[in-house]
Nanobody
């Protein structure tokens, strides 16, 4: 069984940085695409970023492009999301999830497409405020 645990969330001032981690057990992350998603109160869940299982190709939502960076450490079986130049609108609970085997990352309508992601973590809270 797949288990994902997010960590690294917290309170940060606008313009600051935060690094989220997604530690996996039960599967090797290098065989599947991994996505980061977020959901704020009263808003729909948004696909933020995704890293492919092949060649480490990365995709980002338009809202975070140029500010966020997704990466993977296969030795540690962990995926990271480096978040820079944080804005108040980045405030949300952030989740990581694994895609079904063979499914690539997809960007639709300026957001990472979440259909096909099966296993999800419990989420970590990110708050950007003065």
């Amino acid at each position: 069984q797949v288990q994902l645990v997010e960590s690294g969330g917290g309170l940060v001032q606008p313009g600051g940085s935060l690094r989220l981690s997604c530690a996996a057990s039960g599967l090797a992350l290098d065989y599947v695409a991994i996505g980061w998603f977020r959901q704020a109160p009263g808003k729909e869940r948004e696909g933020v970023s995704c890293i492919s299982s092949r060649h480490g190709r990365t995709d980002y939502a338009d809202s975070v492009k140029g500010r966020f960076t997704i990466s993977r450490d296969n030795a540690k079986n962990t995926v990271y999301l480096q978040m820079n130049s944080l804005k108040p609108e980045d405030t949300a609970v952030y989740y990581c999830a694994t895609a079904a085997l063979g499914l690539p990352c997809m960007v639709v309508g300026g957001k990472v497409y979440e259909v096909g992601f099966g296993s999800w973590g419990q989420g970590t809270q990110v708050t950007v405020s003065s």
